[in-house]
């Protein structure tokens, strides 16, 4: 199978060419192939996909009965949900670490306290992260479709 990475300009949506893995109920784990196409992809420096030869993509799907292990699918996502995930895994973090950090040296704490004060919370934002999986997962998610 020759993968193929592309982008729709109208609608923004990421495509991955990829192999089932393993389906387990509506859980649907997907082998995507990275392709010189990745570098002009809008998210390739921000996807789990562009880092490495092959990824692994995790798709819940309602309808699993029709697909199959080994079977050539397409997993999809929109420019939409890429942001959002880029907003809740980096931007968020770096505003809340840098802001921390102005908040703490305004208040006069040493170095070492305004750093503690910023880890903590940066732990505690993905604590609440990993808390709202379950909620997150339903917003940022993957569609896969036959070839």
């Excluded at 995930?85 to 703490?104: C, D, E, K, N």
């Amino acid at each position: 199978m020759q993968a193929k990475v592309t982008k729709q300009i109208m609608n923004h949506i990421i495509k991955h060419e990829g192999v089932i893995e393993q389906i387990e109920g509506n859980h649907v784990r997907v082998r995507i192939f990275q392709m010189e196409a990745c570098g002009s992809c809008i998210a390739a420096k921000h996807c789990n996909a562009s880092g490495a030869k092959t990824k692994i993509i995790d798709v819940y799907a309602s309808a699993t009965a029709h697909f199959n292990i080994g079977q050539e699918v397409t997993v999809s996502t929109s420019g939409t949900v890429v942001k959002q995930a880029v907003l809740l895994s980096f931007i968020m973090p770096l505003f809340l670490l840098i802001g921390s950090l102005m908040l703490a040296k305004g208040s006069r704490l040493s170095d070492e306290s305004a750093a503690l004060i910023a880890i903590g919370l940066l732990v505690f934002y993905y604590l609440v992260l990993w808390a709202l999986k379950g909620n997150i997962s339903k917003s940022i998610s993957f569609r896969i479709e036959p070839e």
